[in-house]
């Protein structure tokens, strides 16, 4: 019994340790906010795209929704689909903007014909 009891207690360090750990990354709050595409998707409609602060985020295209998750992590902030994919962004101008790479391939940056960029809607509206 007793060699039960320390296997749990283990399980159970390991766990909180990891939470801990998993909690102590990068601050998503500047970041967080309302961003709109600055160019139109095939001429016709903006992206919007929420980050909220609690990890959550929408994309919205023609009244349509996709929700995600989000992190920021070394600088970058990466948006986890419920499907499994995985966009990776890179802001700039202290976050005013942010350009999500949709080439479906680990790039250091954005190629410039598979890039979205958006703009950081102004605070309030």
């Not at 995600?68 to 990776?88: A, C, D, P, Q, R």
């Not at 979205?116 to 809607?121: E, L, N, P």
Request: aromatic share 10%; hydrophobic share 40%; charged share 25%.
């Amino acid at each position: 019994m007793n060699r039960y009891l320390l296997k749990l207690a283990a399980v159970l360090g390991l766990l909180l340790v990891f939470l801990a750990l998993w909690g102590c990354g990068e601050s998503r709050s500047r970041f967080a906010g309302t961003y709109r595409s600055e160019k139109t998707v095939d001429g016709k409609n903006y992206v919007d795209l929420d980050l909220r602060d609690d990890g959550k985020g929408t994309w919205t295209l023609e009244g349509k929704s996709v929700e995600f998750t989000w992190m920021v992590n070394e600088g970058k902030v990466w948006l986890y689909l419920k499907s499994g994919g995985i966009i990776i962004g890179t802001p700039s101008e202290g976050g005013k903007k942010l350009a999500l790479d949709m080439s479906a391939d680990w790039h250091p940056g954005c190629p410039a014909n598979l890039c979205v960029s958006f703009k950081r809607s102004a605070e309030g509206g």
